[in-house]
């Protein structure tokens, strides 16, 4: 009967291995297909991160004359900064008044 047990459990084991086998061949497929995937979709940010690049560089070079005419007029009125950075509710606290007093220089 020992003899008995020790078939069926040799038995049972190359069936579990089998099973395992099968399980681990199915499991090396998707992690393949899954990584294939991966690879694809990276490509595609790849490509829609180089599209965004090109239109903010394009937007950028319009904006340049705006900036260029907004400075010169920031330039001409009395403590521009110093009145933006008090009347910000989170900035005010932070300045000091020999922060004040650099922000007066024009």
């Known amino acids: 009967m020992v003899a008995d047990k020790g078939k069926k459990s040799k ?3 190359r069936i579990v291995e089998e099973d395992a086998d099968h399980i681990d061949g199915e499991l ?3 992690i393949e297909k899954l990584q294939e995937l991966q690879d694809e979709l990276e490509k595609v940010n790849e490509e829609a991160s180089d599209k965004v690049l090109e239109v903010e560089q394009k937007y950028n070079e319009i904006r340049r004359p705006v900036y260029v005419k907004r400075n ?8 521009f900064w110093l009145t933006a950075f008090l009347s910000h509710p989170a900035l005010c606290d932070l300045l000091s008044e020999e922060d004040q007093k650099v922000c007066h220089v024009t």
């Open 11 to 13: 038995v049972s084991d």
């Open 28 to 30: 090396v497929l998707s």
């Open 72 to 79: 010169e007029i920031i330039k001409s009125i009395p403590d």
